[in-house]
């Protein structure tokens, strides 16, 4: 039985206190199918999400089989399903491997045939069977609300919690998902709560609540529901509530509402819970679920996956091509003594020549630099707020931020070690960059690559949506080459108060210490900035990955739900 108790939800408006709900009381046993209707705007989603415990109630308490959510902590991820009004699958993936996904990252199972089995079940129960094999992106409405339903079934909640599955489906899907609706409730350890603002379909309820403006005005079978509020037909029932106050509505209902709850059968289960459901998987199994989905996801995608090969391939040729001038001239590096007027003038020459080289040798290992910081923009900046709402979804029901970010972070490594690697090896092998060793090289050019794909992804957490995150990353790429100071020398204090954010400074720096002494004297007469040892720049590449790896552990674990 589900029990709330004077609940007050509140928020500051301002300086004021706002009551979203107010004096919420009421009883549900289980084996029931409950609607919770009301006018738009009057705080059904608010409830719904605090029985979720998406929201904490600011006073009162919510008992579940007489247990104390509030006291004694709340119920299990597996134990609650919650159905939001979004789609909460996959586009690019079948029927079958989002719910597939969905068994591996929320409910245990012993055996490869227990596995199979749950999914077949499942999808039988909701009426999926027959299009498993379908995308989800071609699916009806009505199929993504039954696929919605579908994933919080995994774990075989007690507590199934719906909101607004019916809106906006043609009026037969809409009966047809009330009617499984119904089906699923038809379980006596189960409470199934559908939130709806359609008036349609009441009868296959067992109990109906009106909320008004924050408060509760009925609890009852709909069958009563007419009577109660002197109309004839349940449609009317929102222009009704518009013409007296939700305080005096509210009133009146205080009178009846003992006398309906006395009529209600009570099923006292004091004992702990007869709990029927799965337990969460481990950390482990959560990983690879996750790492799996991702890699299958991005192979389904094609745009994406064009898009990255492009990347992949045509930078590292940006680079040659735009330094093919300089390339043959960046083997030979003169030296020679003067001794007489001719050597002199010669030498002269040598010296611009020299200074010349050291210039393309240092825009080179730039150009390269920026590219890849463009590349962790793009490896990241939308990876977490583009699927944001899934995730909340999934985090509710049991999957961890840590192994979340772990699986962001195992997916993002390959594709910056294979931008990082072919970048340093394909620009070497044509331009013969003069590196006194190749190793530190291709590491700053990894590390320059990984701080900016950790800080975007850090960013993609914090985001309210992936426009915005894909927008400050491309400032973010934007402003590196003008602050690194490496083509034009910014005034002394800006460039110690910008440089340690300007990761493509570092790695160009690092890398600029690293080549052949010769080399290195040219570059430093060519260049206006002070040039970091290359030690520092893998210590503040370094941090800049960790930060940005802390902030979007930070941003994961931040709730953030949409509606
Ligand atoms: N976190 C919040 N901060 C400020 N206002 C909020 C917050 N959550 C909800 N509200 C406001 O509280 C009221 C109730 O919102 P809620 O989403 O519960 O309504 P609803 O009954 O589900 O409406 P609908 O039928 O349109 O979905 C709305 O006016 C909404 O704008
Ligand atoms: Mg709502």
New binding site residues.
């Given amino acids: 039985m589900l029990e709330l108790k004077d609940i007050r939800f509140t ?1 500051q ?1 301002r300086n004021d206190e706002v009551a ?1 709900l107010d004096q919420i009381d009421l009883r549900v046993p289980t084996g029931h199918f409950m609607a919770i209707v ?10 719904l999400k605090l029985i979720a415990g998406i929201n904490q109630e600011t006073s009162g308490s919510i008992f579940w089989n007489g247990r104390n959510l509030s006291e004694e902590g709340d119920l299990e991820a597996s134990e609650i399903g919650y159905v939001p009004q979004f789609s909460i699958a996959y586009d690019a993936l079948t029927v079958e491997e989002n719910v597939e996904a969905s068994v591996r990252l929320r409910a245990k199972t012993s055996s490869r045939e227990a596995f199979h089995q749950l999914v077949d079940n499942v999808l039988a129960s909701t009426g999926l069977s027959a299009i498993r094999d379908r995308p989800v992106r071609v699916l009806s409405g009505g199929q993504r609300r039954r696929l919605s339903l579908a994933l919080e079934l995994v774990t075989e909640p007690v507590l199934l919690l719906c ?2 599955v019916t809106s906006g489906l043609d009026p037969k899907s809409e009966h047809e998902i009330v009617e499984l609706m119904y089906q699923l409730s038809r379980n006596e350890h189960r409470l199934v709560v559908n ?1 709806t ?1 359609s008036l349609a379909n009441l009868d296959l309820y067992d109990s109906v609540l009106v ?1 008004d403006a ?1 408060r509760i005005v009925y609890h009852g079978p709909p069958r009563a529901l007419e009577h109660y509020f002197s109309v004839e037909k349940a449609e009317d029932v929102y222009p009704r509530l518009a013409k007296r106050d939700a305080g005096e509505w509210a009133g009146s209902w205080a009178k009846h509402r003992d006398a309906y709850y006395a009529s209600q059968p009570v099923r006292h289960i004091d004992a702990p819970d007869v709990s029927v459901s799965a337990t969460t998987p481990g950390a482990f199994a959560q990983f690879f679920a996750l790492f799996f989905r991702r890699w299958r996801i991005f192979f389904r995608d094609r745009g994406q996956l064009f898009l990255q090969f492009s990347i992949l391939a045509v930078f590292p040729f940006l680079v040659v091509i735009f330094d093919l001038d300089g390339v043959d001239q960046l083997q030979r590096l003169s030296e020679s003594v003067p001794a007489t007027k001719a050597e002199f003038e010669a030498e002269t020459e040598a010296m611009t020549f020299n200074l010349n080289l050291g210039g393309i040798v240092s825009g080179l290992v730039m150009f390269q630099v920026i590219l890849l910081t463009l590349m962790g923009s793009n490896n990241s900046a939308r990876e977490i707020a583009g699927e944001r709402q899934i995730f909340e979804k999934e985090k509710l029901g049991g999957v961890r931020p840590s192994v979340y970010v772990g699986s962001k972070v195992a997916f993002l490594s390959v594709l910056v070690l294979m931008q990082s690697f072919w970048m340093t090896v394909f620009v070497q092998a044509i331009c013969e960059i003069p590196s006194q060793s190749m190793m530190p090289h291709f590491l700053l050019l990894l590390l320059v690559n990984a701080g900016m794909t950790a800080i975007c992804l850090g960013i993609s957490s914090l985001a309210r949506t992936a426009d915005q995150a894909s927008l400050l990353s491309i400032y973010l790429v934007g402003f590196q080459l003008p602050l690194s100071g490496a083509v034009l020398a910014l005034p002394a204090w800006a460039g110690w108060l910008t440089r340690p954010f300007i990761s493509a400074y570092w790695s160009w720096a690092g890398i600029m210490d690293g080549m052949e002494r010769d080399y290195f004297r040219y570059i430093k007469e060519v260049t206006d900035t002070w040039l970091g040892p290359m030690w520092l720049g893998f210590v503040v590449l370094g941090l800049h990955v960790i930060v940005g790896l802390l902030v979007a552990y930070i941003g994961v674990k931040r709730p953030k739900w949409e ?1």
Wanted: aromatic share 0%; hydrophobic share 25%; proline share 5%.
């Fill in positions: 928020i408006k979203l009301g006018p738009s705007g009057c705080g059904k989603s608010t409830l909101d607004e939130v603002h909320l924050g509606n």
